[in-house]
């Protein structure tokens, strides 16, 4: 079985969810809306204070083509236009709107009637691609990447596949694999779609050995797009990576940065985005949903659900059972990758794939010891960095160093910090270096 | 015999070959150095702090040799040293510097554990840069100290300490040399390098950076300003002046009046005087008058005892509420008679020469108030 | 909510691993090579190592406690445990026992806790006392009791001749036909040979290696190197002169293997990245059959060691991992 080729750790997997179906969560009482849920410049708001919104209106623009504009998850009245801590903890624009009864924009259409290629053959990649950056379609894995950017790679570089990233090599979540056992056919659809905005002929959907029903229904259904491939992957961490993910599907390996993964040939899309590719294209529905697993080992009732942006995640864990006394850490994503959050009243996000929750022994961070030169994070770095290296440079401020060592090639993965034996907080100094050291390239660049 | 002659012989010979290859590779590659630069160097603190804005002292006293030889030391200054150190380098130099104002670091943050309730555990480096990407710290202002210390691991001259109990910095004025390091190691600018005004060494300040509106700064830190503008109504000088939801004092403009301080309703405005410690003087105005009375009976008990002369006119020009720090000096007196604190009843002399200057304004607002 | 939230950054699980687990799993894949050496050596055996682990242990703790003043002390890490046992494998299990102890104290106080204590030292502890014990009391730390003779008994001290000064007296007389001395290969295996405390059963040592390669506590990457380089060397050698012993015999005789399983894959001392520890790995092999054949003691393995430990921060220097994506284009 396929998998990329340096480093990598295996997790446990605590998949708690994956046997509950979707289910659709309650509206919010009041929808929060941070302007900031993509990588980008921020979107700008068009509302203001007493506007009447309905479902799918948009209520803030791009603010730029690196951006993506924010549609309404809600019917109702915008209370104000405000500020929100979202999940980086710090205080960001957003719009409220009390929710008022479920009123959808008429364009939209909700019936569950597939609609294929077949049904539209009239559609060119560019208006595919038009259609994505007006729906505010973005990277759901996470990242949040403008979806429309990727697709329209710079001059000089030929996209050749489009990779589907449904690995979800995070433990705990479980809202790709859902996603999957119950929206095949429309995924295969936004798959096809994606292909023929980036004019490409070869489709794969990489899917992890753990999720053998996910791969079981997707290589029956794609029987039917000669074009489609479905690849199974060895269960590895960090898979989904964009550039571990190439290279477990297709065997190339994207150069340091600032090389794209279409440098070699490759867009990586997230398995949600497919999906919301589809219900843009096809049904009109711009992105104000999404599906969000809500787990935890000492939850009552892990779930996944299909939530409208904009709902608290307090909400959301209410549903569940409610938060369990003996709650150490809420952690908004995967617990490999995910943030923290000092407070649960955190909207849902375009890029909040799910809320996990640990309890106080669990959530707790080992006492750091001595490094004793194990190796063992070396080994584990997906990147083929050094760690130990990266970390104890980055601590004393020799940044010349690290930048000399490739620390911009660090995807943040934690590898190195879930496999060291001595609990040493190295990927908080490694971000630390890292961050320094963009803000002295850019710098640099800025001088030239 | 032979064998020690050969060997004399020998060893001889290598030694004057290698005298002669030292001496020609030392000509052929000495590298000249301006011999000036030496001289700058060996005044300077050698403390290599980097607050000059240069790479150590050698870097700066390189720099002092350039900038004279191109006519000027303007906008050189060892922070370390301050004038007493850019006068000697002129001297060497053969050039003029004009007077420099003396700087004091500062800490923008009164977020004690009592004014700002922690509401998450922060579990990670204890640095405040990592603490900074990780969210707005422990407590909920996003603007506040994050108490992990990065300011006190940058400074090298011992000068600030975490004080345990509010888990705040402290900057200890007399031994700050406004070096800067400590200001560059703090993600989140709270402290500044602040102009101390003139001879008198005192400075009003706002202690907070948060710039989030009132009602939220407040529900994070009882100790926020909530940008009221009181003090920039109360200024008569155009020092004060509130942006982005956060008052500033403007310390070239400011004339130490402390109408400001008696107008904020949140005491974030804050008295410093670099010559002792930070009082703290949230002269609240009962206990202020009790201080006063305090300070009058142990001036008078003090007054008799006084062995000689030189203090007589502290205790007359300072018949006012006493600062805190006054009030250690004057505790000093009764003792002086003991004669192993003659070392205190040098410091009392120092004061006394330092306050031998017309009431400051804050003081004779005090004064007309009783 | 009663609790007030963890905050800290990703990632937020962990896998368990701690530098316990890997220090004793260390240890427990020393027990075999401990009960084969009572069974070879009797009490001897027993007494040695538990004096070495015992002082090992009492200097790392006093030296924490009162020279460097820790507040967090590195005892019971396991680390001193592993130092204080692969010192005692490296030594006759006839050894004064005040000799052990000073061995101990160079170990743990010079080579250990001098350079800053767990994960900061130079050289391996174990093999920096074994060569230190080496050169102050070589008469003692050569004179090897006669194996198989019971245990229950305290061996004396008796000069048993080992596999390697049979070699060595081989090179040194030009006659191939000393080496007929050697014991066969399968006493060899076992271990019914004179030699160091731990060293002379290579089956139990090989017990040990497949246990911490199966439990992750080192790769193969520096254990194989090691033995191919010696089996291709020596056996070269073999070839172009008999006077040098069989590749087998060189394998299986004296330090090399307890030396390339446990004492170069220490990890503190040994390079970082898997090109550089194969690179460490040939090193070792190539300088101790050198140092074998070529030098003044019957012994290279502990010397080849130590001189590598010294190469290794050069080598981490020079052997960076493979980046991804370097060779992509």
Known sequence: MKTFRIGGVHPAENKLSAAEPIKIADLPKIAVFPMGQHIGAPAKPIVKKGDKVKVGQMIAEAGGFVSAPIFSSVSGTVLKVDTVVDASGYAKPAVYITVEGDEWDEAIDRSDKLVTLKDKPELTGKEIIEKIQKAGIVGMGGACFPCHVKLMPPPGSKPEWVIINAVECEPYLTADHRLMLEKADQILVGVSLLMKAANVNKGYIGIESNKPDAIKLMQEKVSAYPNIEVVPLKVKYPQGGEKQLIDAVVGRQVPAPPALPVSVGAIIQNVGTAYAVYEAVMKNKPLFERVVTVTGKSLKQPSNFLTRMGTPMSQLIDACGGLPEDTGKVIGGGPMMGKALMNIEVPICKGSSGVLIMNDKEARRGEPQPCIRCAKCVSACPMGLEPYLLATCSGNGMWEKVEAEDITSCIECGSCQFTCPSNRPMLDLIRLGKSTVMGIIRARNAKK | ??????????????????????????????????????????????????????????????????????????????????????????????????????????????????????????????????????????????????????????????????????????????????????????????????????????????????????????????????????????????????????????????????????????????????????????????????TAATAKAATKAAAPKAPSTPREPIIVKYDAPLLPSQQIVLAGTIDLDAPEKQESAGKIAEIEHKYDAPLLPSQQILLGGK | MANKLIVSLSPHVHSNDTVQKNMYGVCIALLPALVCSFVIFGVGAITVTAVSVASCVFFEWAINKYLMKNDKPTVTDGSAILTGLLLAFNVPSNLPLWIMIVGALFAIGVVKMTFGGLGCNLFNPALAGRAFLLISFPVQMTTWPVPMQGFGTYLDAETAATPLSIMKAAVKAGDASILEQLPNAMDMLVGRTGGCLGEVSALAIIVGLIFMLAKKIITWHIPVSIIVTVLVFSGLMNLANPVYASPVAELLSGGLLLGAVFMATDYVTSPMSKKGQLIYGVAIGFLTVVIRTFGAYPEGMSFAILIMNAFTPLINNYCKPKRFGEVAK
Request: net charge positive.
């Open chain 2, 1 to 290: 015999m032979n064998v020690i002659l050969i060997a004399v012989i020998v060893l001889g010979a290598i030694g004057l070959i290698a005298a002669l290859v030292l001496f020609f590779v030392s000509k052929k590659f000495a590298v000249k150095e301006d011999p000036r630069i030496g001289q700058v160097s060996e005044v300077l603190p050698q403390a290599n702090c980097g607050g000059c804005g240069f790479p150590g002292c050698g870097g700066f006293a390189s720099a002092c040799v350039k900038a004279a030889d191109a006519g000027s030391l303007e906008g050189l200054l060892c922070p370390v040293g301050g004038q007493p150190v850019m006068e000697k380098v002129a001297s060497i130099l053969g050039m003029q510097v004009g007077a420099s104002a003396p700087k004091v670091a500062v800490v923008r943050c009164n977020g004690t554990c009592e004014n700002r309730p922690r509401v998450a555990v922060y579990d990670g480096v204890k640095s405040c840069r990592v603490a900074n990407t990780t969210c707005s710290g422990e407590t909920n202002c996003a603007y506040g100290c994050l108490g992990c210390g990065d300011c006190v691991a940058a400074c090298q001259f011992d000068a600030i300490k975490m004080n345990p109990v509010t888990g705040l910095p402290e900057v200890d004025a007399t031994k700050c040399t406004a070096c800067g390091a400590c200001a560059k190691a703090c993600p989140r600018n709270i402290i500044e390098i602040r102009i101390v005004s003139g001879d008198k060494k005192e400075a009003f300040y706002v202690e907070c950076m948060n710039k989030d509106k009132g009602a939220v700064a407040t529900k994070a830190c009882a100790a926020a300003c909530i940008a009221c503008m009181k003090c920039e109504k109360v200024c008569g000088f155009d020092a004060v002046h509130v942006e982005n939801n956060l008052a500033y004092i403007d310390p070239n403009k400011c004339q130490l009046c402390g109408e400001c301080e008696k107008a904020c309703p949140k005491q974030v405005i804050t008295f410093m005087d670099i010559n002792g410690k930070k009082p703290k003087p949230k002269l609240a105005a009962a206990p202020a008058a009790k």
